[in-house]
């Protein structure tokens, strides 16, 4: 007896789909964990280091987290499906978005749709894609924050929206980088590269302890 041929044809890395047949296709692989829509060709992630992704990832998301929890009417993200037009559907390792008065929304069928305000990818061999097609096309929707972690090159990029492109941010006297779109969301970089975690956490809270987090926590509480 013949085994029947599925009904719906497996997710390849490099297919050229629409945004439709791209879902249609990966919710037909559940086991599949992380595919892409980058400019209508998919990418399919390979396994994941613990060093290189896992560890680093957790970092930051626990540092977005903490500000959500100290910021309502903020939400942080992990591995979220960002639809952002009909040939891009991204799914960052991180994101913060506004959820009053922001720049996405939830769709009925839970997807963020539009750009988020932040979102961050964690590149070891996707640094090339990361810092290319992808860095393009955030900028093209307009993600305001947009931080890549080079983890095997000890560095942290984090750009931010320009009409003429991104701007890489530089360190401030404090050697800190400040996001403009999310007051308070302070990162001290150097402690993040060397793994001094329970500094990164410190610096972050002297943010969410400032002024200009208290005048936005203000101004979100009068958008809702």
Known sequence: MQTPRPTTPPLENGDRLSRHEFERRYHAMPRVKKAELIAGTVFMASPLHFRGHGNPHAWLMGWLVVYE??????????????????????????????????????????????????????????????LGTKRDIYHQHQVQDYLVWRVYDQALDWFHWQTSGYASQQPDPDGWLRSTVFPGLWLDRNALLAGQLGQVLNVLQQGINSDEHRDFCTHLAATS
Do not use: C, K, M
């Not at 069928?109 to 988020?116: E, K, L, N």
């Open 69 to 130: 929890a100290s910021t309502p009417g903020v939400l942080a993200g992990d591995n979220t499906t960002v639809r952002l037009d009909d040939g891009n559907e991204f799914q960052p390792d991180a994101l913060l978005r506004r959820d009053r008065g922001g720049r996405s929304t939830i769709s009925d069928d839970d997807y963020i749709t539009g750009a988020p305000e932040l979102v961050i990818e964690i590149a070891a061999s996707s640094a090339s894609i990361d």
